[in-house]
């Protein structure tokens, strides 16, 4: 039986995402009759009443047993209980569920139903969710599903292009949870150094390596209770997968360095601008690793897609800006324009360029944004932009031509490249294929350098 399995299929010209799900029937005892659905990565069931199946039977132990939904399927596991955990009558430490089976917890029993939910992606009335925003289909559509999904515990993959909103979407789905009075923890698996990745998630213990110094908590452990965001999952390398696997899998894990063994109770969201199923097919992402994450894939549409938003967007963000200022109005000739633009860097870009545009109509007094103001790389030249550029000058050697006109390019694409990335040196390095200690270099030449701008 394999949990968290999902399709996406077409219902009366709705999409549908269908998600395998499994619920334990009471067949015994006081609560005999009564359904369950395992709605959880790690489902407790015990006396105690903080377990998610609680059975007030004598026999019962207070934490009994629990059930681990793994890429494989659901795992139930004994927990060291008085009078043990039968499946299909045989006493087990631990073993895979299958459809129908019974379980006995003391002398409760329970059956095992799996079932399919079908979730209809209905585009939702409403243009935000939380902090994100979009009056288009495609947005709508997403908002509608988080509607349904933000207030569970399921696992969520946000998928899509950089620069599109999937840290928005994640903080929002945060917020919409239970658990959002609990911590918010963020790790960039694509900006940490591979070295320190895993006690950036796992911690460490004091002289556990060298530079370690003093105990430290990873990211598993500050986010117990909430819920933790795996950025850029698909930069994670390939020794480190199985340990991660295995703490999604069991909800624990020990500190670099250390030997016991700590339990948490956190969401996991994560995010990847690579095709996770491409990477899995090169050999360069686990298969299990992938299906435990992909529980419920969202791709969020680049804005070339739903150009629609654009103005909306334009209005958040210029509020955004301004702070407690009134805002610059933009002119209907400018978002005209910025509806039009392709925008390879998304929402990050749109972003970056009214930040730039609105600094320009500030210095020179005014209070609307216009055309010329804003600096549309992919847009078309105008003649008085040429300006900037290196002109052909008689006498001169081509070797000192062709250097200068290098120097812009150089200039003007580490410019470009960093606004991608949000100024992420590592990201903005592997995006182009380059050297981190020369894209460094480069940026510190150019005073680009996001230390230099702060």
């Known amino acids: 039986m394999t949990a968290g399995t999902q399709a996406g299929t077409q219902h009366a010209g709705q999409k549908v995402i269908e998600v395998a799900r499994c619920a334990l029937v009471v067949l015994s005892g006081d609560g005999r009759g009564t359904e369950s659905v395992i709605d959880k990565d790690v489902y407790s069931i015990g006396k105690a009443s903080d377990s998610d199946l609680v059975l007030l039977d004598q026999t019962v132990s207070r934490t009994h047993c629990e059930i681990v939904r793994e890429a494989k399927g659901y795992l139930l596991r004994d927990l060291g209980s008085t009078n043990g955990t039968l499946l299909d ?8 569920l299958k459809p129908g089976a019974i379980i006995t917890v003391g002398k409760v029993e329970l059956k095992v139903r799996p079932f399919s939910e079908r979730i209809e992606m209905l585009p939702s009335d409403a243009t935000t969710f939380g902090e994100a925003r979009g009056k288009s289909i495609p947005m709508r559509e997403i908002f509608g599903l988080l509607e349904r999904l933000g207030p569970t515990d399921a696992t969520i993959l946000l998928t899509g292009e950089t620069g599109t909103g999937k840290d928005v979407l994640a903080r929002s789905i945060h917020a919409s949870s239970a658990r959002k009075d609990n911590p918010f923890i963020v790790v960039d698996c694509g900006a940490v150094v591979g070295s320190l990745i895993e006690s950036e998630l796992f911690g460490h213990e004091k002289g556990s390596f060298t530079g370690a110094t003093n105990q430290r908590q990873g990211a598993f452990e500050l986010a117990n209770g909430g819920t933790l965001f795996l950025d850029e999952i698909g ?29 948490v109770d956190i969401r996991i969201i994560a995010a990847t601008k690579r095709n996770l199923k491409m990477e899995v097919e090169r050999g360069k992402f686990r298969e299990d690793l992938y299906f435990r994450l992909a529980v419920v894939p969202i791709e969020v549409p680049p804005l070339r897609e739903r150009r629609e938003d654009v103005p909306l967007l334009v209005e958040v963000l210029m509020k955004q800006l301004a702070g407690d200022e009134e805002p610059l109005t933009v002119s209907a000739a400018a978002v005209g324009s910025l509806s039009g633009h392709d925008w390879p860097g998304n929402v990050r870009e749109l972003r970056n360029v009214l ?3 609105a600094y320009i109509a500030q210095a020179m007094g005014d209070t609307e944004l216009n055309l010329s103001a804003l600096p549309l790389g992919g847009a078309p030249r105008k003649e008085s932009d040429a300006a900037g550029l290196p002109k052909f000058v008689g006498g001169r050697s081509y070797r000192d031509t062709k250097a200068e006109w290098e120097s812009v390019f150089e200039k003007g694409y580490v410019a470009w490249l960093l606004d991608r990335n949000d100024g992420n ?30």
């Open 89 to 96: 009558g045989a006493e087990i430490r631990e073993a895979y």
């Open 235 to 263: 930069e994670l390398s390939l020794d480190l997968q199985p340990k991660l696997l295995r703490v999604l899998e069991q909800r624990s894990f020990r500190r670099v360095g250390g030997s016991r063994e700590i339990r």
């Open 355 to 357: 930040e730039r545009a």
């Open 425 to 454: 040196i590592s990201a903005a390095a592997r995006e182009a294929d380059m050297d981190r200690k020369y894209l460094h270099k480069l940026a510190k030449k150019h005073n680009l350098h996001p230390a230099d701008r702060k």
